[in-house]
């Protein structure tokens, strides 16, 4: 197990575990290369101990995770000592998993097994078989969800592959289940082939009451997405295109009432157009925006163009309805809204002086934004970004949770665009009046009221469109 992180990291608990020769070295020498290293030991634990050796572990809060090749050579340098691995509580709380399946059942006895296993599970089969719907009362379906990625575009990682993205699926799984109650499993397929994902997910789809799409590469997402909303009658939703924008929208509601303007009068820009950045478009075109133009890196979509991308030949459709051109810097004039799914540092100071007064910038590109929140401060109303450390955190966990309850709880077919728009309203509702400011357009992702709001109002949607397959009394 090793430690891997970025320089500047916030202080971490670290645990060396160290063997030594007795007779070679003293631990007071292991303790003074920690020590001088910059780290405070905070434990120490022998593991075992022999005539000739022993082991230990020495837990030291070092301030940054430099420390760990800092001392790791220093250590090395010793005559007499070896580390045999150095790792962190992130590391720790992943051992072996951070979920697991448990029965709500116990079985003690021979009349328990035959209940719920054979010979009395039979019926409950056979049950089913006549009545499909039933698997929504009779089985885990109900309130169950898979999480599927291939582990293609992990954030902030990119195409790390199926086994070292299921910690990420893992996590969200966690996520389902502490804020809406929703049992999330975790699968990470092996394969990148379109059809062969699609086929996949419709083989093991009678499991499941929801499909969470998560961390697919662009183009493909599109077409997956699409094709399994079409085949399914569970509700598909890829959160990476759609949480970012119902989140984005939620914050932007409030941001805008701060600034008294309009969805129907502001031009916004939206830089990056790739699944999140036409998934966010799309919502704003459908809460009213009228004048949005998007940028990518050969400069702002429009019409004049034949782009290769299908979703950016139609996204030329929808948006800059005065066909302008340019690259960001040019076309960010006069506009009210920045909207940035893209890459880190392309937006400057001076871009925000040419923006309108009070301007609005969403800067979403994690871990580093499109502009530094301490230097756009001076010259914005409003600064969101995707960080936890910094106000205004655009984070999906403020809606998935909620969305897939709703879903579930209604047993909705699909997750559309009203029921998005619905959950948007939801979350900025949560901020209320008296505590709407600059730094608190959106709530924090631990305020217990957003499940439930977001909940009731997806179920509401999802009535009214039709999409509902279970009554609001029920």
């Known amino acids: 197990m090793s430690v891997h992180s970025k320089a500047g990291s916030p202080s971490a608990y670290l645990i060396f575990r160290i063997e030594l020769e007795k007779e070679r070295i003293s631990f007071s020498e292991v303790a003074r290369i920690c020590e001088e290293g910059g780290g405070d030991i905070v434990g120490i634990d022998v593991i075992s101990s022999s005539q000739s050796h022993t082991i230990r572990d020495v837990t030291v809060n070092a301030a940054d995770m430099d420390y760990v090749p800092r001392v790791k050579e220093a250590l090395h340098q010793l005559n007499g000592v070896r580390v045999i691995h150095v790792s962190d509580r992130t590391f720790l709380v992943h051992l072996g998993g951070k979920i697991e399946i448990q029965s709500k059942i116990p079985i003690k006895n021979r009349d328990d097994l035959s209940r719920v296993y054979t010979p009395g599970v039979a019926s409950v089969c056979m049950a089913i078989a006549e009545s499909p719907d039933k698997a929504y009362s009779l089985t885990i379906k109900r309130n169950t969800i898979a999480v599927i990625s291939d582990g293609t575009a992990v954030l902030g990682l990119g195409d790390i592959g199926p086994s070292a993205a299921m910690p990420v699926m893992e996590g969200k799984a966690m996520l389902f289940k502490q804020f809406a109650g929703v ?3 975790p699968i990470c397929l092996d394969t990148k082939d379109t059809e062969e994902i699609i086929q996949i997910i419709k083989a093991i789809a009678p499991t499941f009451g929801g499909i969470n799409l998560e961390d697919i590469a662009s183009p493909r997402c599109f077409e997956i997405e699409a094709r399994l909303r079409e085949e399914l009658d569970i509700p598909v939703f890829h959160d990476d295109q759609h949480g970012t924008a119902v989140v984005i929208l939620a914050g932007l509601l409030n941001a805008l009432k701060l600034t008294g303007k309009s969805m129907e009068h502001i031009k916004v820009v939206v830089n990056g157009i790739g699944a999140a950045g036409i998934a966010c478009t799309k919502m704003l075109l459908a809460a009213g925006v009228t004048h949005i133009i998007g940028v990518d890196r050969e400069g702002a979509i429009h019409r004049q163009m034949v782009y290769s991308s299908p ?52 800067a979403m590109a994690n871990p580093v934004p499109e502009i530094d929140p301490d230097l756009a401060q001076p010259y914005v109303r409003v600064m969101a970004t995707g960080r936890s450390d910094q106000p205004n955190q655009i984070n999906n966990v403020l809606c998935f949770p909620g969305i897939f309850r709703g879903a579930l709880d209604c047993r909705a077919t699909e997750i559309n665009e009203a029921m998005k728009l619905a959950a948007a309203r939801a979350i900025a509702s949560v901020v209320t009046d008296e505590e709407l400011t600059e730094t608190y357009v959106i709530p924090s992702v631990f305020n217990t009221k957003i499940v439930e709001k977001v909940r009731d109002a997806v179920v509401q949607a999802a009535h009214e469109t039709g999409v509902a397959r279970k009554k609001i009394r029920d």
């Open 183 to 185: 049992d999330a499993f």
């Open 311 to 362: 979703q950016w030949q139609e996204y030329a459709q929808l948006t800059n309805p005065e066909q302008v051109t340019g690259s960001l810097s040019q076309v960010i004039h006069g506009a009210d809204v920045f909207i940035g799914v893209s890459a880190p540092n392309i937006l400057t100071v001076e871009d925000l002086k040419h923006m309108a007064p009070d301007p609005i910038v969403f």
